[in-house]
């Protein structure tokens, strides 16, 4: 079970996390989790470029170190980068220090500020830890602290159970003004995402939006 719409209870239990921008502006916040990927990355990258959109990606660090052509490729195109651990863990079932080694050495392939639990889970120790030792300079490979970026709307790409067209219409739907929006470039994701995205660059850029990356926060 998951929400295609963040709540603002679940917003209000976590507010240091950052779920949605707060602007007046038609801007949008698309984001790609689980990357870099051989064939979904390179296909959302060529159609954010044809509506000149910036996106956010969220990488696995097994995954750069895999890809690392497709890697330097979001960056020289101007979108921003995240750290998404090294295994893709879930830290409800990871052991704290094992889950803060683990970002640890996804920063050694990820210079970026930005952090992005897995399956939006970390515990609140887990958190702690992570701003405490980045302020403390005892991360290794990022001394700065982390801002943790959630979501307010979930496609649900990753569902195989849904149909293409239900992925779609989670998105038109639920976003608005300032929405950070879930996708994943993922061989699980990919029936929906391909079939999504290209719909959704078009529709709002017909409604007047702008996509933009996640950046200075």
């Known amino acids: 079970m998951y929400l295609i719409k963040t709540p603002w209870w679940l917003r209000a239990l976590y507010p240091s996390f950052v779920w949605k921008i707060d602007t007046d502006e038609k801007l949008l916040y698309l984001t790609f989790d689980d990357g870099p990927h051989e064939t979904a990355t390179p296909f959302v990258l060529d159609e954010l470029k044809k509506y000149n959109a910036k996106a956010s ?51 050694k392939e990820i210079d970026s500020n930005l952090f992005r639990p897995p399956y ?3 515990k609140r120790s887990q958190w702690s830890k992570v701003n405490g030792q980045t302020k403390q300079g005892l991360l290794t490979f990022h001394p700065s602290p982390f801002t943790a970026i959630m979501w307010d709307v979930l496609s649900g790409d990753f569902d195989k159970d849904i149909q293409p067209q239900k992925c779609l ?14 996708f994943h470039d993922s061989s ?9 995205l290209p719909r959704v660059l078009k529709h709002f850029s017909g409604e007047g939006y702008q996509f933009k990356a996640l950046t200075g926060l």
């Open 57 to 107: 990606f969220f990488c696995i660090g097994n995954n750069v170190v895999k890809h690392r052509d497709i890697y330097e490729r979001i960056l020289a195109e101007g979108h921003a980068v995240g750290n998404h651990t090294f295994h893709h863990l879930n830290g409800w079932k990871t052991k704290d220090q094992d889950y803060i080694n683990d970002i640890n050495e996804a920063a």
């Open 169 to 182: 219409a989670n998105v038109l739907y639920h976003s608005k003004k300032g929405s950070i929006i879930v």
């Open 120 to 122: 939006g889970r970390i």
């Open 188 to 196: 699980k994701a990919w029936d929906r995402m391909s079939y999504c």
